[in-house]
């Protein structure tokens, strides 16, 4: 196999998620140092639903900021996401479809979770120290496209389809996984973009997705944004993207949805407490 990579079981353990709920079997498998020709190698991290079944097939949503998804001892503010317990708990209250949660670990973050187009206009800005550097979010997206998906697509009893492959990220995050869809519409058919950090170069990413929004009658995009710290920034340039997704042909709460959150703030704990809100919009079960 052209990737050679150190699989490690980081927890096939019993635990409760509530008095009322039976004990499951948690597993998050780890692969140290996932090669790629794109972008530089790192640690990937996929949790499998409760109780995996080899006969079945799941769907598969790609978070971005994989160090801060499932254990805060090792995040630099002693914070995570808890997917595990946010997804689990979902599912175990029959909420959302069983997914495969890949988690893609960052390298350079700015540079690769920066949208690299519109180039002309990026070129135009005045750069920031963040964003001095080459950016590389074209390579990062064919890493996970190119890479990342057959691979787990190989390993895992996936459903592949684009009605079945779903993004999700904050912040930055927010930013790629709006690029992500807009790129590879055939790839991904729903993005969560929590926190999404349009003032980036002066906000120069907006004139791309006004002319390269995906299809609303086979896409899923989700939106959000806080009013404290670095959230408070962001309503202004998000009620110019609902526009644009209007104007698309996007339907509010059917295949798009832009939430604001009170008093929330830009970290971890506040993407944790409303995470339950774009799982269920994008996996959600069918009545």
């Not at 008095?19 to 020709?37: A, C, P, R, W």
Request: with cysteine.
């Amino acid at each position: 196999m052209r990737n050679i990579i150190l699989l490690c079981l980081v927890s096939f353990a019993f635990v409760a998620k509530s008095q009322n709920m039976n004990e499951q079997v948690t597993g998050i498998h780890k692969y140290l140092d996932f090669k790629s020709k794109h972008v530089s190698a790192r640690t990937i991290e996929v949790l499998l639903p409760p109780n995996y079944d080899e006969n079945k097939k799941y769907p598969v949503l790609y978070m971005h900021d994989g160090q801060m998804l499932f254990d805060a001892s090792i995040t630099w503010n002693q914070q995570e996401w808890g997917v595990d317990e946010v997804v689990y708990g979902l599912i175990d209250a029959n909420i959302i479809r069983p997914v495969i949660v890949v988690g893609v670990w960052f390298g350079d973050r700015y540079a690769e979770y920066m949208p690299n187009k519109p180039k002309n206009e990026i070129q135009k800005v005045k750069r920031t120290d963040k964003f001095k550097g080459e950016i590389v979010s074209d390579q990062y997206l064919k890493f996970l496209v190119e890479e990342l998906k057959p691979f787990i697509d190989e390993k895992y009893n996936t459903l592949k389809g684009v009605e079945d492959t779903f993004i999700l990220g904050s912040s930055m995050g927010g930013l790629i996984s709006c690029y992500a869809i807009s790129e590879y519409p055939d790839v991904f058919g729903g993005a969560a973009c929590m926190s999404t950090h349009w003032p980036a170069l002066d906000g120069v990413f907006l004139g791309y997705v006004e002319k390269n929004l995906p299809d609303p009658k086979s896409h899923k995009i989700y939106f959000d944004y806080g009013t404290e710290t670095l959230d408070s920034l962001y309503q202004p340039y998000q009620q110019k993207v609902d526009l644009m997704m209007k104007k698309k042909g996007f339907r509010k709460n059917q295949n798009w949805m832009t939430r604001k959150f009170e008093g929330a703030k830009h970290d971890e704990n506040a993407w944790r407490d409303r995470l339950h809100i774009p799982l269920e919009f994008m996996l959600g079960k069918k009545e």
